[in-house]
């Protein structure tokens, strides 16, 4: 996928001619932005790696590591979920599922 953006000039349609040029363009400005995208992802969580590394004993450290050891759950994700979710003092399953919108009474969330 390093090269995609290089090779989007050899891409053809099912007939067997190129691609528009406008589309090509297209293409190439959106995987642009990806690529963009993930390298400041990458370097929000390196530096939310570096904060967890310099206070270790400051929120919830080591729940942060061990959820973003599960494949999926990134460093900004499992820290979010021990911030918001897991540092709350919620009674039991069915008020961490209310929180997280997964049930409630037809009038609190449109649906079940």
């Not at 053809?12 to 293409?27: C, D, F, I, M, Q």
């Not at 729940?63 to 979710?85: K, P, S, W």
Request: net charge positive; proline share 5%.
């Amino acid at each position: 996928m390093r090269k995609a953006v290089e090779r989007l000039g050899e891409l053809r349609t099912p007939e067997g001619t190129s691609l528009p040029p406008n589309t090509v363009a297209e293409l190439r400005r959106a995987m642009v932005r990806l690529r963009f995208i993930g390298e400041q992802i990458r370097e929000i969580e390196a530096v939310r790696l570096e904060r967890l590394a310099q206070q270790p004993d400051k929120g919830g450290h080591p729940m942060v590591l061990l959820l973003a050891r599960v494949i999926g759950i990134g460093i900004e994700t499992a820290d979010m979920l021990v911030q918001e979710v897991l540092s709350r003092k919620l009674r039991d399953r069915r008020a961490v599922a209310r929180y997280g919108g997964l049930t409630g009474s037809p009038d609190e969330s449109g649906a079940r």
